[in-house]
């Protein structure tokens, strides 16, 4: 199964909320060909919720609640970036600004 490429993925990604009005910035660049994402949704309020990008069973892209089902303290968050960073150079990381938490991904979100 191809893959599409983590920057095509990126600019769909950006191009989609800036047609909604949604102000998303990318933090942290990764590799262009397989790296893998972290979207931050920052509520705006001192809380947020980071999804990480992963691969199903069957090898399809979906989305895991990596920060847990309910939002966390925003410092938090920072923290689990971090640590993701630490680990994993090739990461991407955006940033969201979801304070009416109305923001879905296009794939599937477990």
């Given at each position: 199964?191809?893959?599409v490429?983590?920057?095509?993925?990126?600019?769909?990604?950006?191009?989609r909320?800036?047609?909604?009005?949604?102000?998303?910035?990318?933090?942290?660049?990764?590799?262009?060909?397989?790296?893998?994402?972290?979207?931050?949704?920052?509520?705006?309020?001192?809380?947020?919720?980071?999804?990480?990008?992963?691969?199903?069973?069957?090898?399809?892209?979906?989305?895991?609640?990596?920060?847990?089902?309910e939002?966390?303290?925003?410092?938090?968050?920072?923290?689990?970036?971090?640590?993701?960073?630490?680990?994993?150079?090739?990461?991407?990381v955006?940033?969201?600004?979801?304070?009416?938490?109305?923001?879905?991904?296009?794939?599937?979100?477990?």
């Amino acid at each position: 199964m191809e893959r599409v490429k983590s920057g095509l993925r990126i600019q769909a990604l950006l191009w989609r909320l800036d047609c909604q009005a949604v102000a998303a910035v990318v933090r942290k660049k990764g590799d262009a060909d397989s790296g893998s994402i972290l979207l931050k949704l920052s509520y705006l309020d001192g809380t947020a919720s980071v999804l990480s990008q992963v691969q199903d069973g069957g090898g399809e892209s979906v989305w895991m609640r990596a920060t847990g089902p309910e939002p966390v303290a925003e410092e938090k968050a920072e923290t689990y970036i971090a640590r993701s960073l630490k680990i994993d150079s090739d990461l991407w990381v955006v940033e969201i600004e979801d304070p009416k938490r109305q923001f879905r991904p296009d794939e599937k979100l477990l």
